[in-house]
């Protein structure tokens, strides 16, 4: 384990046109430690998002002990998926947009660049926004009663105007979030996750007191208990994927990390004792409130606007937007600039390319996306059906056929050159991302066959086994123009 030495070429790389934003990392430009690690998603775990996943598991019929159990085994899942596709971008100082390239090519890599950073980027903006302004409209109602009355009979393709006002409300403050840079946004990450665990476990700990404690809480049986147990591998699957877009990209933020242990130790430790508070925050808070007041659906708004004191909803809703806006900026805005600035330089900037993802991600009238859990589900079947192919066809790609060894010389090409194939694609692996991702996704169109159907469900997982497999499996047809598998521009020191 050790971190190459790219100092010698950057300024090479730097000749060609490429932005600072892409280039590989300096040691100088290091600048992340395992706290930082730690401390990144702790705030984000705890997003209305999340916990409407999470609720749906309780509709699907899991008992308290399975969601706890279905949380877990997410969080270890995705904490293995940051380590393993993190390694390379903590080794080189590259990040996914540039790492795309020794897996799928030069010119190939804009097939999955263009799924994470703008389709999946533009979809989950739109989606957490709309769920965030929502929440807004609970806040804004409590602070200025009659504001849901606002303009009444007013439709804009489907939106309310309170609904309209709080979702640009939302955008501004997350879009100007992250065009404060990248101080801010570390400023931010690092000290509003104390904020937001302060208000959770106190709102936790009322829903666990309004229920009568840990024993009724515990002792509560759904109505309909889960049948199969691939409802269970599904909903594991689902919350994978809400975490999907940050374990492909993770390179974006390991590339940072001072030496390699960081990102190694940091990630996975943040992560899983977060989703410990966070199972048991969303147990208590969700069956808390569904014993005491009998919440349809298990809606966490509904649930703690329950709570009756305005200052303290008002509170807890903001902080958990404080959470849902710093996975959108990290794990969506970020790398969709970053993506996009790799794949048009010219033409964008990190910044002007995500302020044109969040416009795209309203363009797509995002609140028609999110009805209820049958709908959020089939978001998560779409994305995982990207996200899973994406991702095992990188680890197969560096881990085994590259034997963790890059040549930076064949990514940061000049102007003009194709790189390690012929024509600048690598054809085996973007036959077998499409072929993964239709297998994986068939199943949400043809319901009655059970087998794709299944596959479809748990689409993250499925799609991040076939398409290892199948990479694995195909890998050696690839017919490289130059073979360079030594580092010759990077000492691993």
């Not at 229920?211 to 002792?219: R, T, W």
């Not at 689902?238 to 990209?249: C, D, E, Q, T, Y």
């Amino acid at each position: 384990m050790g971190q190459a030495n790219v100092k010698e070429s950057y300024e090479e790389f730097k000749s060609y046109g490429y932005a600072d934003d892409i280039l590989p990392k300096t040691s100088e430009n290091r600048d992340w430690g395992t706290f930082n690690y730690v401390t990144v998603w702790m705030g984000a775990v705890h997003n209305l998002m999340s916990y409407m996943t999470v609720a749906g598991f309780f509709v699907l019929g899991l008992s308290v002990p399975q969601v706890l159990w279905a949380v877990m085994i997410a969080a270890l899942i995705v904490s293995a998926g940051y380590v393993l596709n993190g390694y390379a971008g903590q080794k080189y100082g590259i990040g996914y947009s540039m790492l795309l390239r020794s897996s799928f090519g030069v010119k190939g890599s804009i097939i999955p660049a263009i799924c994470r950073g703008l389709i999946a980027g533009v979809v989950f903006f739109g989606t957490k926004t709309i769920i965030g302004a929502q929440s807004f409209n609970v806040i804004f109602e409590k602070i200025f009663p009659g504001y849901m009355n606002m303009v009444p009979g007013f439709d804009f393709l489907g939106l309310d105007f309170p609904t309209m006002l709080s979702y640009v409300i939302l955008w501004v403050i997350t879009v100007g979030l992250f065009l404060g840079g990248m101080k801010i946004l570390s400023l931010f990450s690092k000290w509003s996750s104390p904020i937001i665990y302060i208000f959770i476990v106190g709102a936790a700990i009322w829903a666990i007191s309004v229920a009568g404690g840990f024993g009724p809480i515990f002792a509560y049986a759904p109505a309909k208990p889960m049948e199969n147990w691939l409802v269970f591998i599904a909903c594991v699957s689902a919350l994978v994927s809400n975490w999907g877009g940050p374990i492909v990209n993770i390179a974006d933020l390991t590339q940072r990390a001072k030496h390699p242990k960081a990102p190694m130790i940091g990630l996975p430790l943040g992560m899983i004792a977060s989703y410990i508070l966070f199972g048991i925050t969303c147990v208590g808070l969700l069956v808390g409130t569904q014993i005491a007041f009998g919440i349809k659906d298990f809606n966490v708004v509904a649930a703690i606007d329950q709570i009756g004191n305005p200052v303290a909803v008002i509170i807890l809703l903001l902080a958990l937007n404080i959470g849902s806006t710093s996975y959108v900026v990290f794990g969506n805005l970020l790398p969709s600039g970053l993506q996009m600035t790799a794949l048009l330089p010219k033409m964008f900037t990190v910044k002007s390319a995500a302020i044109l993802t969040a416009v795209l991600g309203t363009v797509i009238l995002p609140w028609k996306l999110v009805n209820g859990t049958a709908a959020l589900y089939m978001f998560y079947s779409f994305i995982g059906s990207m996200y899973g192919p994406i991702t095992g066809i990188m680890l197969v790609s560096f881990f085994i056929e590259r034997k963790r060894k890059l040549d930076l010389s064949a990514i940061y090409v000049k102007p003009g050159e194709n790189g390690e194939y012929k024509n600048g694609i690598n054809m085996v692996a973007c036959g077998v991302l499409i072929v993964s991702f239709l297998i994986t996704l068939s199943g949400s169109f043809l319901p009655n066959v059970p087998l794709l159907a299944n596959i479809s469900k748990s689409a993250f997982l499925s799609g991040s086994i076939i398409s290892s497999v199948l990479y694995a499996l195909c890998y050696k047809w690839n017919k490289p123009s130059t073979i360079t598998q030594s580092e010759t521009t990077a000492k691993v020191s």
